[in-house]
């Protein structure tokens, strides 16, 4: 049997058998609800109109201005009005500091020192610092001429409108965070489904039914069913995964997430496929030279720093997606599956630097698909010590 049959029926046989699996399903499904769950907990218990903590201050003696304005700027910083409690001395402010029922958080003593009960709770809210500098301002700013009335006013008035010039933070805080999940997801899924690729080939090989195997179909048609099958049942399984997950998000989320949200999950849909045919063939010739599984990360290396080095040049273009170095990391076919990720959700690439990259990538595939197929033909029947490289690339060629 050759051609397009046998791959069918090896990729047939693949996503059979791995769907079939309960340790499959079980693992699916269940990290699938805890997504969904880690995706609606927020939602659900979260309170977004929790109302902020009452800030309760003392000041030793009449205040002054500066004193008193200080006090209003450490509660307008933290959304509260604050209460202000006068003291007559420094007694009387610690006692108020310990009092069991409703405790001063922080006592002003003019002069001399900002006095608090515990350092834990205060240094926790940001209340000293706030407080300290406020009370530098204030004093360096003193008027002498103004009533404290006047002063407070000048602080509660409504702060200045900000407006943007760049665009909506919101929006491009959803494609940084489109741009570094859609990455991560590609870097990683990349390495866990070339990791059954290889370990399918040493079980195969272990067991020897790879020699049942190529009695009846080519050795090319069987790596290339097996690259099929297993790549259809990773999107089936991240589809499955992630989808749900991604759905409630975007429900709940609606205002995080950016115009266009549709074509960016699509651009990191093509380019897991075609990131999948370039590192899973490479990552399939690589497990054909061993017979065990401790032997496969060494072979597994060079594939392996090649990928690691792709996904960290990828947060480096962050910041320059459109940069010379963003559009040659985009076009080269062992970073393009990671780097256009990130330029699609941040930059803006053209249609003729996605066509290069596309382009490269395809062609790029197709060597390492002919380069995997000569060197899984003369490594897949050898059973034992390590095969060298060279040896299965003579070994193929026959």
């Known amino acids: 049997m050759t051609g397009w049959s046998a791959v069918r029926l090896i990729a047939a046989r693949e996503i059979t058998q791995r769907l079939r699996s309960r340790i499959f399903q079980v693992i699916t499904l269940v990290v699938s609800a805890l997504l969904v769950v880690g995706v609606l907990l927020p939602a659900l218990f979260g309170d977004d109109e929790a109302e902020p903590e009452p800030l309760r201050l003392g000041v030793v003696g009449e205040p002054d201005a500066g004193t008193l304005a200080a006090l209003y700027v450490v509660g307008f910083q933290r959304g509260v009005e604050p209460d202000i409690e006068v003291l007559e001395d420094r007694a009387a402010a610690e006692a108020a500091l310990l009092s069991a029922e409703a405790p001063l958080d922080a006592v002003v003593v003019p002069g001399e020192a900002i006095v608090v009960g515990s350092l834990d709770p205060i240094t926790s809210g940001g209340v000293l610092g706030a407080l300290q500098e406020s009370l530098r301002l204030t004093a360096a700013l003193a008027d002498s001429d103004r009533t404290v009335e006047e002063l407070v006013a000048d602080l509660t008035t409504p702060p200045l409108p900000i407006e943007e010039l760049v665009g909506d933070s919101t929006e491009r805080l959803g494609r940084f965070l489109l741009a570094n999940i859609g990455a991560g997801f590609v870097y990683a899924t990349l390495l866990m489904y070339g990791s059954w690729i290889v370990s399918g080939i040493i079980e195969e090989k272990g067991s020897r039914v790879v020699e049942i195997l190529l009695s009846k ?43 266009g949200a549709g074509l960016q999950l699509a651009n990191i849909a093509l380019w897991w496929v075609l990131g999948f045919a370039f590192y899973a063939t490479l990552m399939a010739g690589a497990g054909s030279l061993v017979s065990r599984p401790e032997e496969a990360q060494v072979v597994l290396t060079p594939v392996t720093v090649i990928l ?24 080269l ?27 490269a990538t395809l062609i790029a595939a197709f060597g390492s698909a002919l380069l995997a197929a000569r060197i899984y033909r003369g490594g897949i029947l050898r ?16």
């Open 308 to 331: 690691v080095v792709a996904f960290a040049f990828s947060f480096g273009i962050m910041n320059e997606p459109d940069g010379l170095a963003a559009t040659v990391g985009g076009i």
């Open 217 to 259: 179909v080519r050795a090319r048609d069987l790596l290339v069913g097996k690259l099929l099958g297993i790549g259809a049942v990773g999107l089936l399984q991240t589809l499955v995964i992630f989808g749900p997950a991604v759905g409630a998000g975007i429900a709940l989320n609606s205002e995080v997430i950016p115009a």
């Open 333 to 359: 076919p062992f970073s393009a599956p990671i780097v256009m990720i990130v330029r699609g959700a941040l930059g803006q690439p053209t249609v003729v630097d996605y066509v290069l990259a596309v382009t």
């Open 383 to 398: 059973v034992g010590s390590r095969v060298r490289l060279a040896d299965a690339w003579r070994g193929g060629g026959r």
